[in-house]
């Protein structure tokens, strides 16, 4: 079976740009989450979608959104990006546990 | 409010010694928690979790971690390290939604260097 998929695996955007995060989860889960880690520091919560519906929120600000499709595929979008939004984006896919994605690396200039 | 220390941000050990990796967490209610492992530029993986019962637990490669409530501690051992263990180790704590996982709380990491 394959696991968490993310795409891409690096990007590189210029600041005030927008971006798209893509993430597939392990097939029969329902819930996707999201973290931003910064290097150097552990993985912090954004969003968790249940079944296309958003469970929980971190702390973080409006230009962060995502959402959850039909086949329980999620997309984390960021607007006007700033230098501070360079990190590694992980996608998790949860059935009693957590199962983590690759990640994908963005890099902002 | 809720968090999780990893005191140490850097340990180096020797191969074949034995490893203490320290987490304290801060959590209201029962916690739920695990320890992950990420090598470079990769995702994590779940080395262990602790939801009830049997307080000491063991893990994938070895690893096994207690989890002591009066202490708020839940710290991963290894009797014996590998090379291959050089990595950054992950504390987390998270919630239960009915059987569903909730979001993790991590800490900050602890890089793990190995000497021959």
């Known amino acids: 079976d394959a696991g968490v998929t993310q795409s891409p695996t690096h990007l590189i955007k210029t600041r005030g740009q927008q971006v798209t995060l893509r993430c597939s989860p392990i097939s029969g889960h329902k819930s996707v989450s999201w973290y931003q880690q910064v290097l150097g520091q552990g993985p912090q919560f954004i969003f968790q979608?249940?079944?296309?519906?958003?469970?929980g929120r971190g702390n973080f600000p409006d230009r962060f959104s995502a959402r959850q499709f039909p086949n329980y595929s999620s997309e984390l979008n960021v607007n006007a990006l700033l230098l501070g939004d360079s990190a590694l984006y992980l996608c998790?896919?949860?059935?009693?546990?957590?199962?983590f994605g690759p990640g994908t690396r963005l890099t902002v200039l | 409010a809720q968090s999780v220390t990893q005191p140490d941000i850097h340990i180096t050990v020797s191969e074949g010694a034995s490893l203490e990796l320290r987490c304290n967490y801060s959590y209201g209610a029962t916690p739920y928690l695990f320890w992950y492992v990420q090598s470079p530029g990769q995702g994590l993986q779940l080395l262990l979790k602790y939801f009830s019962g049997d307080t000491l637990v063991q893990g994938i490669k070895g690893f096994e971690a207690e989890f002591k409530r009066s202490q708020s501690s839940f710290n991963l051992r290894k009797p014996s390290v590998h090379w291959s263990d050089a990595a950054e180790y992950f504390c987390a704590v998270g919630q239960n939604y009915g059987g569903s996982q909730g979001n993790l709380i991590f800490g900050k990491g602890t890089k793990l260097s190995v000497k021959p």
């Open positions: 979608y249940y079944e296309k519906e958003e469970r």
């Open positions: 998790a896919s949860t059935q009693g546990e957590q199962f």
